[in-house]
């Protein structure tokens, strides 16, 4: 997969969001007939941040492609804007769904009004939303994670990988999604060392705030956490988790990514000797899969969780120093079957 800079990708987004406009004249659905249930193939919409954060978005993407390759379907991507309301992202949406593509997905909490109100409007269309399940329309599939038991073996890692017994948490909205992520590791790292320093930091209290897409802020919470002898540091951040990372390489000391495996991710590669691990949830899963059940007819709705049980969630391995260390993963190995037989039970706030 190709990634781009996040300069080229602001360009590529006005170029994506100029030529999806262009195309409203030229549907191939008509809009008052609800939609076709057949379609042309699968329509994403990202997050803020867009594509290229190595993260959530990326992992989007990747979903995105393989529909495309191994479905034999077309697709069209487009960016969000900075600063965008809510009616941009109706905009979007049913520019989507007017054009033929079936599914149509929003990627992350922030679609949740638009597609209840475009949903409405093409009752044929399968949509999708990833991290929301406040939809419960007929025709939509809320796509949703357990992303607190993924971050709880990220505080296990954690607490175990520390020198300093203190470690750090940055979240990059305070809102209830990412309280999930903190009190998933918080509640993990305890399970080590009751006596462990914590520390935590939002980094806006919304998103228009860019809490997701602004790498300098998490930089410098991440220099704000190592100065007070943090030396493990776990982002949920999005793209402002790089700033983070960024961080943790420059002064040598662990970083802990989040949705994809950031170490694999190539524009990541010159810190990745500093990230341990990456809390993971299968957003490309969730995307291939939402498009090959309306491909075969049987479109996925309602409620799709992925747990630690379905492998929708896990933690990365791909550094070997992470994957080598035998205390580490006993101690992430009881943690897993914990977690999956029901004697761990997982806090999400």
Known sequence: MRRVSRIAVAGVATASLAVALSACGGSSTDASSGGSAKGKGIGLAYDIGGKGDQSFNDAAFAGFQKAETELKI???DIEPQDGESDADKVQRLEQLAKSGYNPVIGVGFVYAPAIKEVAAKYPKITFGIIDDDQDKAANVADMVFHEEEASYLAG????????KDHIGFIGGVDIPLIHKFQAGYVQGAKSVNPKIKIESQYLTQTPQEGGFASPDKGKDAAEGQIDAGADVLYAAAGLSGQG???SAAAHKVW???VDSDQYKQDALAKYKDYILTSATKDVAGAVFNLAKS???GKPATGVVRASLATGGVGLADSNPAFKNNADLQAALKKAEAGIKDGSIKV???
Not at 156 to 163: M, S
């Open 244 to 246: 983070v990372i960024q």
């Open 347 to 349: 806090k999400t706030s």
């Open 156 to 163: 296990v890692a954690a607490a175990k990988a520390t020198k």
């Open 294 to 296: 309306v491909q075969d």
């Open 255 to 257: 970083a802990i990514g």
């Open 74 to 76: 077309g697709g069209r």
